[in-house]
């Protein structure tokens, strides 16, 4: 019997719907197994990794610890994160409500650096805030996002973009004298990385104070978070704003915001530049004395804080916090030791703050010249630096340096090419602060002489930014993860 077109139609029809049907099932289950695989794919990839660092999806945060972590060693001590990359026990987002929570904001030292979990300030605040209670008990959290290396870039943007959710109650912000350094990122299997994406003019380049002494052999560290020239100045400038930035949307929010200076012998620059936006009530300063205190550290031979220091600062903080109102939602019995101890160390912060730094004793030690050449990048005047050179000259294709203007009132740059036939030929360009005031090609086994008027704005100022940027590098090094686009013969104010 013939059977009709019809009828094969209808069967034909029939089976593709079926097969369709079950494609969208299977789809659909896929999907839900898809969060369940990545998630049991990376805690893969954590455990069988040797570093605990992550690569951060914004550019201004630069890095996280890896997720999920669960007794990693670092530094000496057991380390556990939770989902979001951090040192720090799981917590609800958005936040429930009656919770009170405090974030305790900050680099390394907030972080914790060889110092177990429980005895860092954050987790010291929220035993005495909970035991302290008089009345009813609210549900206290003290959660420390911080992370070794991250500079106020880092941090402000890290809590800025997630505070609707956090709705901290109270936000005490610790910076050092290193958080004008570039955060560096992460690399493969959780190392640290090289590079950082925070700044893309500088192709990836990490500036940092202690690029003299871990670059170039030097013994001491450079002049980036001095405030003597624009590389450094720009940096502070920037850090003010993000602090005012935050403290303002905190405080928004119905927050208290108290940023803690920590900066050793450098207090008064800090207090120069760090807090100028800042209300008075909003800052104190940890004496040098305290950071020089050996009792507070970590180990014999690292000023981290160790279990005395986190004790102490959280001791103080909670003094101080008391005092301006931050904990009226909690109904606490009165502390004499933290208000004795607020009292003692922030009053002999506040005078090293009050202090005006001379130049001249910034420099003890440390002169600055007019000149850098080969010969004073080997050793005497390395810490001019603030990074892209290398001792023996060699320029990356962003480079950095603090030269003297000394009276002169031009600038000149000479440079060779570095014989490389994978860089025939590469244009440079000099600046002078933040202006372009020269450029040229260099070839390959080529020189070139870069020369300029200062500009008039320059003419003004005792020390200058001296940079040398390029359209173009090949790699260098011997496992070739260097940047290189020329070599430096000598640069100076003239």
Not at 250 to 268: D, F, I, K, M, S
Not at 335 to 347: G, H, V
Request: proline share 4%.
């Amino acid at each position: 019997m013939a059977v009709s077109h019809e009828r094969i139609w209808r069967r034909w029809a029939l089976s593709v719907t079926g097969v369709a049907a079950g494609l969208v099932v299977a789809l659909w289950w896929l999907a839900l197994r898809e969060d369940d695989v990545r998630g049991r794919a990376v805690a893969d990839m954590v455990a069988t990794s040797g570093g605990i660092w992550d690569a951060a999806r914004d550019p201004d945060v630069t890095r996280l610890l890896q997720p999920g972590l669960e007794g990693r060693e670092h530094m000496g001590v057991s380390i556990t994160s939770n989902r979001f990359g951090l040192r720090e026990r799981e917590y609800a987002l958005p936040k429930p409500n009656g919770v009170f929570r405090v974030v305790l904001l900050g680099d390394s030292f907030v972080f914790g650096y060889g110092a177990e979990a429980q005895v860092r300030l954050g987790n010291v605040l929220e035993r005495e805030l909970t035991a302290r209670q008089i009345g009813a008990k609210v549900p206290v959290e003290c959660l420390h996002l911080a992370l070794g290396s991250w500079n106020l870039q880092s941090e402000c943007a890290f809590l800025r973009r997630q505070l609707d959710l956090l709705a901290p109650d109270v936000v005490v912000h610790v910076s050092v004298s290193n958080d004008l350094d570039d955060t560096a990122g992460a690399r493969g299997f959780g190392a640290m990385a090289d590079v950082s994406p925070q700044r893309p003019d500088q192709r990836g380049l990490v500036l940092r104070s202690d690029w003299p002494r871990t670059r170039m052999g030097s013994a001491q560290t450079g002049y980036l978070p001095i405030g003597l020239d624009w590389e450094s100045t720009r940096r502070f400038d920037e850090a003010a704003r993000d602090i005012a930035d935050l403290s303002g949307r905190v405080e928004a929010g119905g927050g208290t915001y108290l940023h803690v200076l920590h900066w050793g012998r450098l207090t008064p620059i800090g207090a120069r530049f760090v807090v100028t936006e800042l209300a008075p009530s909003d800052w104190v300063v940890i004496p040098g004395s305290f950071y020089d205190d050996r009792a507070n550290w970590v180990t014999a031979d690292d000023a981290h804080w160790g279990e005395e220091g986190h004790r102490r600062v959280a001791t103080a903080v909670y003094g101080e916090l008391a005092r301006a109102g931050a904990f009226e939602r909690l109904e606490l019995e009165p502390w004499p030791e933290a208000s004795a101890e607020a009292e003692a160390l922030f009053t002999a912060g506040a005078a090293e703050a009050a202090q005006v730094p001379a130049v001249g004793d910034l420099l003890a030690g440390q002169p600055i010249d007019p000149l850098l050449d080969r010969e004073a990048l080997a050793g005497p005047r390395a810490w001019q630096v603030h990074g892209g050179v290398e001792s023996d000259g060699t320029l990356g294709p962003y480079a950095s340096m603090i030269l003297a203007r000394s009276g002169g009132r031009a600038v000149a740059a000479e440079v060779e090419g570095l014989g490389r036939a994978s860089l025939a030929r590469v244009g440079l360009t000099l600046w002078v602060d933040d202006v372009a005031v020269a450029s040229g090609e260099l070839a390959a086994d080529g020189e070139l002489r870069l020369a300029a008027s200062l500009p008039e704005a320059a003419l003004g100022k005792a020390f200058l930014t001296v940079r040398l940027t390029a359209d173009d590098y090949v790699y260098a090094g011997e496992d070739l993860r260097r940047l290189a686009s020329a070599r430096l013969v000598r640069v100076a104010i003239e």
